[in-house]
C-alpha cells in the first residue's frame, strides 16, 4: 500500500522561508516522480514543482527562483524548500508520487502567509 504523507506547513511572515517535506513508501523511492502542488481557496490545484527519477525539475512560473525541489532517495523524502514567501503563495500544498500510471497524493499541508 503507497503512503503519501507532507509536514513542514505553517504560517510564516512575507518574506520568509518554509520547508516541506513529503516521503512516499510502498515502492523504491526512487522509481517515483515526484511532485509538489497547492490549491488556494475557489482556486484549481497547480502544479508548482516536480522531479523527477533522474532528478531533472521543473517550476511554475510563479516560484521560479523562489522555490527548490529536492528529493533524498535514501530517506524516501522530497522536499520543498520556499524563500521570500509573499501572500500569494497561501494555499494548501500537496505532493503525489507518479509511477507509471499510477498516481498518489498526500492529504495536504496548510502554507499560510501573513502577518
Known amino acids: 500500500q503507497v503512503q503519501v504523507v507532507e509536514s513542514g506547513g505553517g504560517l510564516v511572515q512575507p518574506g520568509g522561508s518554509l520547508r516541506l517535506s513529503c516521503t512516499a513508501s510502498?515502492?523504491?523511492?526512487?522509481?517515483?516522480?515526484m511532485g509538489w502542488y497547492r490549491q488556494a481557496p475557489g482556486e484549481q490545484r497547480e502544479l508548482v514543482a516536480s522531479?523527477?527519477?533522474?532528478?531533472?525539475?521543473n517550476y511554475s512560473d510563479s516560484v521560479k527562483g523562489r522555490f527548490t525541489i529536492s528529493r533524498d532517495n535514501r530517506k524516501n523524502t522530497v522536499y520543498l524548500q520556499m524563500d521570500n514567501l509573499n501572500v500569494d503563495d497561501t494555499a494548501v500544498y500537496y505532493c503525489?508520487?507518479?509511477?507509471?500510471?499510477?498516481?498518489?497524493w498526500g492529504q495536504g499541508t496548510q502554507v499560510t502567509v501573513g502577518q
Open positions: 522531479i523527477n527519477m533522474n532528478r531533472w525539475t
Open positions: 503525489k508520487a507518479r509511477w507509471r500510471s499510477y498516481e498518489y
Open positions: 510502498g515502492r523504491i523511492f526512487s522509481d517515483y516522480n
